[in-house]
C-alpha cells in the first residue's frame, strides 16, 4: 500500500501465496520479475517453480527499497481503517463498499451495503466495477483486497481504496450493519 512499482502487481508471499498466482497469473509461461523483501528472493523462485512457474527472469537486487532509492516512478495504494470507513459511510450512505472475498463467505455474512466482486474471477468482477466511481475494497483480512486492487490500478483504475484489516476490522469495530451469519454448509 505504501508503495510499488507502477504496473506491477501484488501477491504477498506470506499470504496463499501459490493458490493466488495461479489463479491471477494463468498463462504459466508468463515472465516473471520479482520484487520481493531481500533474502526471500530464492524462496519465492522456489515456490514458483513448484506450481509450475519456471518463466522467472530474475529479481530486483535490494527489492523494492533500491527502485525507491533510485528515484524512479512510485505508486501507491490508498488505505483507510475501518473506522475511517464507518464515518464515510455514516456521512454518505451510497458511497461503494467492495466485498472481494469468494462468494461462499459474502453469502455467509457481509456487510449490508456491500457488493460482491469476488478476487477468484476478478475477469468478471473487473465488468461490474464502474471507473467514475470509488469503491472502498475490502476481503478478510487484508491479502486478498491488496492484490485485487493493484491489478486493477495495473490496468488503469485509481478509484479503488483498500480498507485495513478487511471484513474482520469492519466486524470488530461494531459501525458496520452486518448481515445475519449463514453456515456456509447449509448454503451447499
Same mark, same amino acid.
Given at each position: 500500500?505504501? @508503495?510499488?512499482? #507502477? %504496473?506491477?502487481? %501484488?501477491? +504477498?508471499?506470506? @499470504? *496463499?501465496?501459490? &493458490?493466488?498466482?495461479?489463479?491471477?497469473? #494463468?498463462? $504459466?509461461?508468463?515472465?516473471?520479475?520479482? $520484487? /520481493?523483501? #531481500?533474502?526471500?528472493?530464492?524462496?519465492?523462485? /522456489?515456490?514458483?517453480?513448484?506450481?509450475?512457474?519456471?518463466?522467472?527472469?530474475?529479481?530486483?537486487?535490494?527489492?523494492?527499497? *533500491?527502485?525507491?532509492?533510485? @528515484?524512479?516512478?512510485?505508486?501507491?495504494?490508498?488505505?483507510?481503517?475501518?473506522?475511517?470507513?464507518? /464515518? =464515510?459511510?455514516?456521512?454518505?450512505?451510497? $458511497?461503494?463498499?467492495?466485498?472481494?472475498?469468494?462468494?461462499?463467505?459474502? +453469502?455467509?455474512?457481509?456487510?449490508?451495503?456491500?457488493? %460482491?466482486? &469476488?478476487?477468484?474471477?476478478?475477469?468478471?468482477?473487473?465488468?461490474?466495477?464502474?471507473?467514475?466511481?470509488?469503491?472502498?475494497?475490502? !476481503?478478510?483480512?487484508?491479502?486478498?483486497?491488496?492484490?485485487?486492487?493493484?491489478?486493477?490500478?495495473?490496468?488503469?483504475?485509481?478509484?479503488?481504496?483498500?480498507?485495513? +484489516?478487511?471484513?474482520?476490522?469492519?466486524?470488530?469495530? @461494531? =459501525?458496520?450493519?452486518? /448481515?445475519?451469519?449463514? !453456515? #456456509?454448509?447449509?448454503?451447499?
Amino acid at each position: 500500500a505504501k @508503495g510499488f512499482i #507502477p %504496473n506491477s502487481i %501484488n501477491i +504477498g508471499v506470506d @499470504g *496463499s501465496f501459490a &493458490p493466488w498466482v495461479g489463479a491471477m497469473i #494463468p498463462d $504459466i509461461k508468463q515472465k516473471i520479475l520479482i $520484487i /520481493t523483501e #531481500p533474502g526471500r528472493e530464492e524462496e519465492v523462485i /522456489t515456490r514458483l517453480a513448484r506450481v509450475g512457474y519456471d518463466f522467472t527472469i530474475g529479481y530486483l537486487e535490494g527489492g523494492f527499497a *533500491s527502485w525507491l532509492s533510485s @528515484g524512479k516512478e512510485v505508486d501507491h495504494i490508498e488505505s483507510i481503517s475501518a473506522d475511517q470507513l464507518a /464515518t =464515510l459511510l455514516k456521512a454518505n450512505s451510497s $458511497i461503494n463498499i467492495l466485498d472481494v472475498r469468494k462468494a461462499s463467505e459474502y +453469502g455467509s455474512e457481509h456487510i449490508k451495503e456491500a457488493e %460482491n466482486a &469476488p478476487l477468484d474471477f476478478i475477469n468478471e468482477s473487473m465488468a461490474s466495477i464502474d471507473k467514475d466511481k470509488t469503491y472502498y475494497v475490502h !476481503c478478510a483480512g487484508g491479502d486478498r483486497s491488496m492484490i485485487f486492487v493493484s491489478i486493477l490500478k495495473a490496468r488503469g483504475d485509481e478509484r479503488l481504496i483498500d480498507v485495513k +484489516g478487511g471484513f474482520q476490522a469492519m466486524k470488530e469495530s @461494531g =459501525l458496520f450493519q452486518i /448481515t445475519d451469519y449463514v !453456515c #456456509p454448509s447449509t448454503m451447499l
